[in-house]
């Protein structure tokens, strides 16, 4: 059985460490949050904040504290409250040690698209190419192939880049791969996936 | 010199013109300037450019600008919440050039720090590298982003001192404080004004040397995404 979202969630949470200051993206990412048991992670949320509590209870909304999604929040003890350029700083400046984000495709030399699609309706990058570009530890979670069943690992993106030469750990639904010298590498299976499986569901170069 | 001002109005006087570059504080909807948006609607001026993370949504913040097609240019990282702007982009209406949300936010830290330009990693090998200048650093490529130096500021606060000290609360700071550096003229409208000596020196967020005029009044401070956890959770 392949891993659904919570179970990649999980997976993606043993890649944090004690100490560690993360961002986490939208959709999958943001799960993450939910495994990481007695660890002590600090979560970064771009639009200013480090230590970012959990969704506020019915009542306690503040419109002035919310995440990058723009989804109300709560902070903690540790909580500190910055601005965009601080924030961003401390992103190019390589001080957030990690960055868990979804994406569209994901090519063996590490290139990553997540932000548009020609012909469709384009918002922006937000914040994705600077922590891409940034952060010191790039983990993709997402699905290995499309809705059509295409694989979403790539020997090439197809899709204008957020970022190139920058993943260096991709987790999906069938394993865990890490972008080394010369393509992919396989560092594990799902539950009831084999090797096999995740080759044949694999366009980029498996190497090793 | 005084430095409040009684309204909105009163405190966009002898400022806005067609055609000018306004540099706006906020994300998403959280610490906009609401009061000076409306003000700028009421004022007429045209084909503005905004450099503004967002758009607003329909009807409210920016998108209010956008309804009375005042605004011919954005310059965000990341828009579309808003169906008359997609609207009008997508008929070409309206220009938008997408910034990196780092770079939109250096940018105007740049630009009010008078650094004409700065290199970065973000966006090496994208679309957004075209055109650019790149340069290597110690082995790495970095591409050469411009300093925004923007003919007017408008951004939001929490609490201002009448010299103009700011100080913001929680996330509504975000673009706020570089927004406001890199305006010739920066407006800030607060939820109050308090008297000269009440805010702790050391607790000020942007020093009043960067803000000329204020205003005070009330927020509506709309929540774009509520989310919320169930009591019984606890």
Same mark, same amino acid.
Do not use: F, M, Q, W
């Given at each position: 059985m392949p891993w659904d979202r919570n179970q990649m969630a999980a997976r993606a949470a043993e890649e944090l460490e004690d100490g560690m200051y993360v961002n986490l993206g939208i959709?999958?990412?943001?799960?993450v949050a939910n495994y990481v048991g007695d660890k002590d992670i600090t979560l970064q949320s771009e639009n200013g904040m480090l230590g970012m509590g959990p969704f506020p209870f019915e009542?306690?909304?503040?419109?002035?504290l919310i995440n990058a999604g723009k989804q109300t929040i709560t902070e903690l003890s540790r909580t500190s409250y910055f601005d965009s350029a601080t924030s961003f700083g401390m992103i190019r400046g390589g001080k957030i040690a990690a960055a868990i984000l979804g994406a569209m495709e994901v090519a063996e030399n590490g290139d990553l698209a997540n932000w548009m699609i020609p012909g469709k309706l384009v918002k922006g990058m937000g914040g994705a190419m600077d922590l891409v570009a940034g952060v010191g530890r790039v983990v993709v979670v997402m699905d290995h192939t499309n809705k059509h069943g295409d694989?979403?690992?790539?020997?090439?993106?197809t899709l204008p880049l957020?970022?190139?030469?920058?993943?260096d750990r991709i987790i999906t639904n069938l394993g865990v791969l890490d972008v080394v010298e010369g393509g992919l590498k396989i560092v594990e299976c799902a539950d009831g996936v084999t090797e096999d499986d995740l080759r044949a569901a694999t366009q980029a170069t498996i190497v090793g | 010199m005084k430095k409040v001002y009684g309204s909105a109005d009163e405190a966009l006087e002898g400022v806005l013109s067609d055609g000018m570059l306004i540099a706006a504080g906020g994300f998403g909807l959280c610490g906009i300037p609401e009061l000076l948006i409306d003000g700028i609607v009421k004022s007429g001026v045209k084909d503005l450019t905004v450099a503004s993370n967002n758009a607003g949504v329909d009807g409210f913040g920016l998108g209010k600008l956008l309804d009375t097609r005042q605004i011919k240019k954005m310059i965000s990282?990341? #828009? &579309?919440?808003?169906a008359e702007f997609m609207r009008q982009y997508l008929s070409g209406e309206l220009e938008l050039e997408f910034n990196p949300q780092g770079t939109l936010a250096e940018r105007m830290r740049a630009g009010g720090a008078g650094i004409p330009g700065f290199y970065t990693?973000?966006? #090496? &090998?994208?679309?957004?590298?075209?055109g650019k200048e790149v340069k290597e650093f110690n082995g790495e490529e970095y591409i050469l982003e411009e300093g925004i130096f923007a003919d007017l500021s408008i951004v939001k606060a929490w609490k201002a001192d009448d010299t103009g000290n700011l100080v913001f609360r929680k996330t509504a700071r975000n673009f706020n404080p570089p927004a406001a550096m890199c305006g010739k003229i920066c407006i800030a409208e607060v939820e109050e004004i308090v008297p000269r000596?009440?805010?702790?020196p050391d607790l000020i967020?942007?020093?009043?040397?960067?803000?000329?005029r204020i205003i005070q009044g009330d927020h509506e401070?709309?929540?774009?995404q509520r989310t919320v956890r169930k009591r019984e959770e606890a």
């Open positions: 959709g999958i990412p943001t799960l009542g306690d909304e503040d419109a002035d694989s979403k690992v790539l020997k090439e993106c957020t970022g190139k030469g920058v993943v | 990282s990341y #828009v &579309g919440e808003n990693k973000t966006g #090496v &090998g994208t679309v957004i590298a075209e000596g009440s805010l702790d967020h942007l020093p009043g040397i960067y803000v000329h401070k709309r929540i774009e």
